[in-house]
């Protein structure tokens, strides 16, 4: 009976011993995710660098958030162009929008 509760007791430290390891390890990477991150400019550039730092959560969500804008960025064609309003300012009482091909007001 005491060897089974050695044995149980040898099996909970080494899990709370690895998932420490673990968690320090995602802490770490998760750190070095957002540095990245953060001084990046391009989307492209820290999805490859997060596929080094496979135990981070957050690198992990970025990761499926970056795949699933990429599907549906290419699933979908460019929207039409609209026509854009323009606004312009006669003096600092008053102003006019006008849509293109929409005649001027007097």
Do not use: N
């Amino acid at each position: 009976m005491l060897i089974i509760l050695v044995l149980s007791s040898l099996a909970s430290w080494t899990i709370i011993f690895r998932k420490l390891l673990h968690l320090g390890r995602a802490q770490a990477e998760t750190l070095k995710f957002l540095e990245t991150f953060w001084r990046s400019k391009r989307l492209d550039s820290i999805y490859t660098a997060s596929e080094q730092m496979p135990v981070s959560p957050v690198a992990q969500v970025f990761r499926a958030g970056y795949v699933e804008l990429s599907k549906v960025t290419q699933a979908q064609p460019p929207p039409p162009r609209k026509a854009r309003c323009t606004i312009s300012w006669a003096d600092s009482r008053t102003s006019s929008a006008r849509w293109p091909g929409q005649p001027t007001r007097s």
